[in-house]
């Protein structure tokens, strides 16, 4: 997320946002609608608004970062992503809190914050716990988690908001942000932020999809106006470190393909960590140097043009194909491949809030699942391909059925049928 105020609507960075240093253009994908800004159906794409998206690369402190910000108030004002529609995930928060809860030995009087916490959907699991939570949002994604009773200030998130909430509830034991950090143009703000919020004592979890799964396994799709940064352990590290946080653990999860799970609080770590084997990793791997991304630009081309074919000749066979999950991915994958009707007919997905709209930038109307009953397509392309398992799982009849399941990146590639 980012500050109101002076942001202009498409405006061009030319300085890291994380450390100032210059920046070198990884990737140009040029003007690019908004990925959750769905239309309603039947209205012109042509006329749907777009914005410049590039990809650039900080030497100075490893920031893979977007070369444009776009103003908050379009990327947020009408934000339709709620997080409770994807099961695994609100699953994987509910273990999460459960062993935060546990290994940080939190009570009744502990407090936890949530920075972007969306529709409430991880704080609810720490009320169950009986622990305290604030959350903080400014989109209207968080009427739902009010809704639920969650606390809630709906805020831009930054340094001032940062002192108000200790003011107002106090110090948090924990403050998460979960894909979130990724959204903020004001990065060393929001740093500082998290910092002030747990004080000397608390700790802070950080998630956020990995700039080496970006890059290795092609997920372009994962590129858009709302993710102005794409860290790897390096350049977080980096960024936490500026604001006097030191990340003392690190694991992968696969929410929303391979992330970061980083853990930070204000005191140095021991020398030997989970975190330091992570940055030798990464250094030994070059991730301090443009050359490591600069396959990315060619392996974009070589996978559109893989799934354009692939797509061209299923319609040519007189096939039919859906696309499942009006994701934010969606989008990114439909316009920056060039994607339309007929090789793809319409999409579906099951958040209620998005039935009826239309994918930006294509002719696809986004439809109930219900809709495969009696469309039987014959090929499913999972575009919420982070999900695909539970897609199959919750469509096998169709797979049974004979409609093939496929994912799109890096290549094309069929699911198993599930027996
Ligand atoms: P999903 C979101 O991206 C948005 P998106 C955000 N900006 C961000 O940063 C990233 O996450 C990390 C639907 N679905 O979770 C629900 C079904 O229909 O991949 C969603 O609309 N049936 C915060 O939008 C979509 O798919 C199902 O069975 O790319 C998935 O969107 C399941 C499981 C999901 O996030």
Redo the contacts with the bound molecule.
């Keep these: 997320m980012n500050p109101p105020g002076p942001v202009a609507a498409g405006s061009l960075a030319d300085s890291c946002r994380s450390c100032g240093a210059g920046l070198s253009l990884l990737t140009d994908f040029g003007d690019q609608p908004l ?2 800004g769905l239309m309603p159906a039947g209205t012109d794409p042509a006329a749907d608004v777009r914005y410049s998206l590039r990809l650039m690369f900080c030497a100075g402190c490893s920031l893979v970062q977007l070369g444009q910000t776009v103003d908050p108030v379009l990327l947020f004002g009408d934000y339709v ?3 409770r ?5 609100a699953d994987s928060f509910g273990a999460l809190a459960r062993r935060v809860h546990r290994e940080a030995s939190l009570g009744g009087g502990d407090l936890v914050y949530d920075i ?1 916490c ?1 529709d409430g959907t991880l704080l609810r699991h720490y009320q169950q716990l009986g622990v305290r939570v604030v959350g903080v949002d400014p989109s209207p994604a968080a009427a739902a988690a009010e809704a639920d009773g969650v606390p809630l200030v709906r805020e831009y998130f930054g340094p001032d908001v940062a002192k108000d909430l200790v003011s107002a509830h106090g110090r948090g034991a924990v403050a998460h942000i979960h ?2 950090l ?2 903020c143009t004001d990065l060393p703000g929001v740093v500082l932020g998290l910092r002030e919020l747990v004080g000397a004592a608390g700790m802070v979890i950080v998630e956020t ?1 990995s700039v080496l799964d970006l890059v290795d396994n092609v997920r372009v ?2 590129v ?1 106006h ?2 102005v940064s794409y860290f790897s352990m390096t350049s977080l590290a980096n960024a936490l470190r500026s604001a006097g946080l030191y990340p003392w653990h690190v694991e992968h999860t696969d ?2 393909g391979d992330s970061l799970l980083v853990y930070a609080r204000a005191a140095k770590p021991a020398a030997a960590n989970a975190v330091r084997a992570e940055l030798d990793r990464e250094a030994a791997d070059g991730i301090s140097g443009l050359a490591r991304y600069l396959g990315f630009a060619r392996d974009v081309e070589v996978s559109g043009r893989g799934l354009r074919a692939f797509l061209r000749e299923a319609t040519g066979r007189g096939e039919s194909t859906v696309a ?7 989008t990114m994958l439909l316009n920056v491949f060039g994607v339309d009707v007929p090789d793809v007919q319409f999409a ?4 209620p809030h ?1 039935i009826g709209l239309r994918i930006p930038g294509t002719h696809l109307t986004i439809r109930p ?1 219900g809709e495969l009953m009696t469309a039987r397509p014959d090929v499913v392309l999972v ?5 695909a398992e ?2 199959v799982r ?2 096998a009849w169709l797979a049974r059925g004979g409609s093939r399941f496929v994912t799109p990146l890096p290549e094309v590639r069929s699911l198993p049928c599930p027996q």
């Design positions: 990925a959750n992503y709620l997080t529609y994807s099961t695994a995930l972007g969306n894909n979130c990724a959204h999809p799709d994962t858009y709302e993710h929410s929303h499942y999950g009006a994701a934010a991915k969606a579906v997905d099951h958040s998005k699942p575009t919420a391909w982070n999900h539970e897609i919750t469509n």
